[in-house]
């Protein structure tokens, strides 16, 4: 029987670009690995991977796969599965490390049944066992109510992590690692899916992951015109973005992209305004890493003023222009 | 247009909206325990995925075979789908069937679905409300080797292929994919549509089928609890601190003007 050692993270790249969720994978990934004196390595997979594979060394890996193929230039489950399922058989790692994101999210669960192995995505801490080795996995459950630890003792152990659960480490340059160019020979007869167009839905303004004031509005608002008028106005005076909770992403009042939550985005800004969201535990699940909270919201009950560090019980109509208004003046004076 | 035969997975969860402070970890048996007030429901991804199936068979016509995997199961809650349009209901209902994981219920679905036999699209939802793992859909297209497209926010079937709208970070794909395939969906393909008295009723007589682990050629020993690939040490809900300072005013006016001031005062701004 193999011998399963190491850690392996699975790698991801925007633009070109090593992901942001990649770091952090690499920062989990380098504790755990320095914790069992073992290596870490990284799987960059795409049409051209770059100078990616040096960073990923500056973010904490030893090792760094890298497959290049035309065919891995779209993510499709069934291209990359290929590629996923190779190096885990060929390196025989302890555990694979994924990003709970779009590809995670689809390749995870189909990687885990194809090994025979157990799987927790969405996780939130890793840690390990003392004495069995085994990773202890603490993932969310019922919608964020509560949280759960799993372990699973047939090797390789496979988990997804949440964005911003974890903290890369400090970018260097000067780290040593080495870069292992892997050619996978991907069987298109076994690529069952086409895609046929991308669609991109641009939103304007800051990004919603990057900004560090994010003012989000709930199903309270009622419509689409309060988020491109009341809030935006808020937004536009503290340079921040506007999201939403599920409901108006659902109605289409906004864009999908700026639905925040356990099935949306994850966010942690430095400030988040949650006005008329009612705190259900599946939209704090996407900000709860955010350091201020603050709520406005009609009902001194609802669940967002136990998460809120300031509120403020009222009417959003009333309570937000006024609470603008007076941010532009003490801003500019 | 050929019509299609569908597989829909519906799993009864305890209300995930019922309010957060209801929900209550029992320590001492690792269980989720809810007050009596706090009603099961379909898990509501699977409730868009039945949508899914439903607006395909609008179209096309087809047949709709509804599964769900429990044990107690609530028939009020589980011949939903009947009511809305299914035409077929099977239950894998056992006290066997208690306590899986993602593994061990997506291998029983799979065994299931092996029997049902004739299907060109399985719809899941993208994730239960109770574990929210997303793993079992994928897990049954992994067991039975057909594509999936997951998290898909509309489907439309021409013959022999679906294309699929699939959700991405900033935007959609729209993707083809051949049958037999599975599709996983999310809310913004839309809410199931509301039953008429008609179909109610008709639910009402429909008997479902009901399978145990022999019945789908499994040992009793590979399904539920001893089936699992993933062993739980722990459930719990961590302590939370915070405290909501409320800021007030004459007017709802005036304590957002002084919430701007606390906000700076406080340096957060
Ligand atoms: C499996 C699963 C996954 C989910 N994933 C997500 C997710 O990723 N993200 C997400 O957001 N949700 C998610 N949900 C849905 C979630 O459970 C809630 O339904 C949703 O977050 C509620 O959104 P809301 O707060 O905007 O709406 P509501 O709960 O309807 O709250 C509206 C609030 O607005 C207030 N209000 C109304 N009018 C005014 C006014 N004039 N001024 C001030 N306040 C007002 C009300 O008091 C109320 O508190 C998920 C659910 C499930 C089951």
Redesign the pocket.
Known sequence: MAEYKGIVVYGELTDGKLASITTELLGCGRNLADQLKEDLSCLLASDAVGEASKEAIAFGADKVYVVEDPALKDYQSDSYIQVAEKLARDISPRAILMGQTSMGRDIAARLAFRLGVGLSTDCLDLGIDPESKLLLQTRSVY?GNAQATFSCEVMPQIVTIRPKAMTPIERDESRKGEIIATKVEIDMSKVRTKIIEKVREEVAGVKLEDASVIVSG???LGGPEPFNTTLKELADVLHGAVGA????ADNGWVPEAV??????KIVAPEVYIA??????S??I??CSGSKNIIA????SE?N?FREAKFGVV????EVVPAFTRKLRELLAG | MAQVNMIVCCKQVPD??APPAVFKVDTAANKMTLPPDVKPVIS??DENAMEAALRIKDKAGGKITVLSLGNQLVRDVIKKPLSVGGDELVLLEDAAFEEGDSWSTACALAAAIKKIGEYDLIFCGR?A?DW?AGQVGLGIAEILGIPSITIARKVEVTDGKATIERVIPDGYEVVEMEFPALITVTSELGDLRYAALKGIMAAAKKQPIIWKPADIGLDPGQVGATGRRTKLHRLFQPVKEAKCEIIEGETPAEAGANLATRLRQAKIM
Request: charged letters at 20%; hydrophobic letters at 25%; a neutral charge.
């Open positions: 919608g709930g199903r309270g909770t599920r409901p108006p639905h925040i939550g356990l099935t949306g006005i008329a969201i009612s705190g259900a599946q939209h699940a996407g406005i919201n009609k009902d609802a967002i009222g009417r959003y109509e | 995930p909206e509501p991804y994730q409300a929210d």
